[in-house]
């Protein structure tokens, strides 16, 4: 079995409200639950979004502090799951049901071990 | 071919090679595990043939002895490497494939006991073309993956078809290889509703690779016509190992069709040759009669697809023997049903060049107008062919003029240049002498 990481990238901007968030929350239970279900799932979790991100760059033997995030750009890693998957179409497969449930593009990257 | 047991030539091992190269690499890369271990097994397994063969002979199965050979030298190359660095992943790999652990060791009797219906080798060498073509890699790389695992192109043959440098096309395999083993793209043959899904880009790569060579002309050397053959060679593995896919079938069918023209597609000095001009007594009567046989089977199956229509299509010009006896009304219809099943401003381009021939150029200008294809020669060249013949030069000038800009080889710069200067338009070309090559259509 490996383990792959299921980052999902959100535009910048105003949060959308109740009325499309509510149905977006409960399809992420909903498929949290069935990854559980299934034995697949090992770590899940939302960020707050990018305008709250420190980066720590060094520089000359030291660290400076910067206003985040790390990438420029209009989306921004928006929250991720980590799944144990037999290969990796296996975890495209939960990647699709990810991108279908956040309506949102998910980048599916293998862990090293 | 040699008989058995006499010696073998160069030409002997190279058709083994041509044939047998992609379906051991893949049989080898279910034992191993490993698309590195089972290339350099099977290199090895045909250096040996090279040297073996011409004095000892083609072996009874050539097939068998590669696989035999190729597993044999991949053993003993983790053997080496697994006592040498004492690597533990190599060693653990050595003891399932001698233990018998896994398919590997009967894969060889497999293949010399079955040479008909799907057997293993077969089931191998599809999970190969479906590795080498999954979604999660590039294009350019499925494409550079399937020349060199199931063709057994080198990495500089396949460097110089696609006009990169050799270097770059090395990384580029490199790269596939590793995602293939570190995101663990797996060796299987997608099944039931998946399987639709997952051939488009398997038929997307046979025919790139078609088109890459047919589209290169005679000033290119024989590298176009390799690459399109071993497009056709990789169409019909793919036919034989799919028969219940019409879509493959109607990829094969499409390709032999438009090959059997390759012969009269060009002058003798490269100039290009459209399809009307073309002298059909030189298509080639073998490919197109197979073709259209191909594609009466598709049809008894009525399960259409965009290949299978294209074929279609192309099997109607094949039909005609000469360019004023195509039956345009077939055409057209077909185009329509093309249009349904795959929408897009190119296919509907063709199908106002069809319409054209059908209901004169009046009708085939209004068809393409509003099209956005701008960017697109043939559009141009399309749009200035139909002004031509309603006797509007200047605007059908301007419209040479845009295609020229846009012409994308030599031979199809020429040949708009002289379609441009024949209309003797002020202004545009220099009203030189009409080109040779395309007496003008009647009407």
Redo the contacts between chains.
């Keep these: 079995m490996?383990q792959y990481l299921l980052s999902i990238y959100q535009p910048d901007g105003p949060v959308p409200g109740p009325e499309v968030l509510e149905p977006i929350m409960r399809g992420l239970a909903d498929l949290n639950r069935e990854m559980r279900d299934a034995g697949a799932w090992v770590f899940a979790a939302g960020l707050h979004p990018a305008e709250s991100a420190t980066v720590l760059r060094p520089s000359g033997g030291e660290i400076l502090i910067t206003d985040g995030p790390f990438t420029e750009g209009k989306e921004h890693l928006g929250g991720f799951t980590v799944v144990e998957a037999?290969?990796?179409?296996a975890a495209?497969g939960w990647a699709r049901k990810l991108a279908g449930v956040t309506t949102l593009p998910v980048e599916?990257?293998?862990f090293?071990h | 071919m040699a008989e058995h047991g006499a010696g073998a030539t160069g030409a002997d091992v190279a058709r083994v090679f041509r044939h047998e190269y992609g379906r051991a690499v893949a049989v080898l890369t279910r034992a191993f595990g490993s698309l590195d271990i089972a290339e350099d097994a099977v290199q090895d397994a045909f250096a040996a043939a090279v040297q073996h063969w011409p004095s000892e002979g083609i072996p009874p199965s050539p097939a068998g002895w590669i696989i035999t050979t190729a597993r044999r030298r991949g053993i003993d190359r983790l053997r080496r490497e697994a006592s040498r660095e004492g690597r533990h992943a190599q060693a653990a790999l050595l003891a399932a494939v001698r233990s018998g652990n896994g398919p590997a060791p009967a894969a060889e009797e497999q293949f010399l006991a079955e040479q008909s219906g799907v057997d293993e080798v077969d089931d191998d060498t599809l999970r190969l073309i479906f590795t080498c073509c999954?979604p999660?890699l590039a294009r350019s790389a499925q494409v550079a993956l399937t020349l060199r695992l199931l063709g057994g192109l080198t990495t500089a043959e396949i460097a110089r078809a696609f006009l990169v440098p050799e270097a770059t096309m090395a990384q580029r395999l490199v790269r596939a290889k590793a995602k293939i083993r570190?995101?663990?793209?797996?060796y299987?043959v997608?099944q039931g509703a998946e399987l639709p899904e997952r051939l488009g880009p398997v038929l997307a790569v046979i025919y790139l690779i078609f088109n890459e060579g047919y589209n290169k002309g005679p000033a290119d050397g024989p590298a176009g016509d390799e690459l399109s053959a071993e497009a056709i060679r990789l169409g019909r593995l793919l036919a034989s190992l799919m028969p219940d896919e019409p879509e493959a079938t109607g990829l094969l069918a499409l390709m032999l069709l438009i090959a059997s023209r390759r012969g009269s597609r060009f002058t003798p000095d490269g100039g290009l040759v459209l399809l009307a001009a073309q002298d059909r007594g030189r298509w080639d009567a073998a490919p197109a009669g197979e073709g259209r046989e191909l594609v009466r089977r598709c049809l008894r199956l009525n399960r259409p697809g965009p290949y299978q229509l294209q074929a279609a299509i192309n099997a109607v010009h094949s039909d005609a023997a000469a360019a004023g006896n195509t039956d345009w009304a077939q055409i057209v219809q077909l185009y329509d049903q093309l249009l349904a099943v795959a929408p897009g401003p190119v296919v509907a381009l063709n199908r106002a060049v069809a319409l054209a021939e059908l209901h004169g150029p009046g009708a085939g200008l209004a068809a393409v107008e509003g099209l956005e294809l701008g960017n697109y020669r043939v559009y141009h060249a399309v749009r200035a062919d139909f002004l031509v013949r309603l006797g509007r030069l200047p605007e059908a000038a301007a419209a040479y003029q845009r295609a020229l800009e846009l012409a994308g080889s030599v031979a199809e710069g020429r040949f708009l240049g002289a379609k441009l200067r024949s209309l003797g338009v002020a202004g545009y070309g220099d009203g030189g002498p009409s080109d040779p090559l395309t007496p003008r259509r009647s009407p």
């Design positions: 490996s037999e290969d990796l179409d495209l599916v990257r293998p090293q | 999954h999660a570190d995101a663990k793209i797996p299987r997608p």
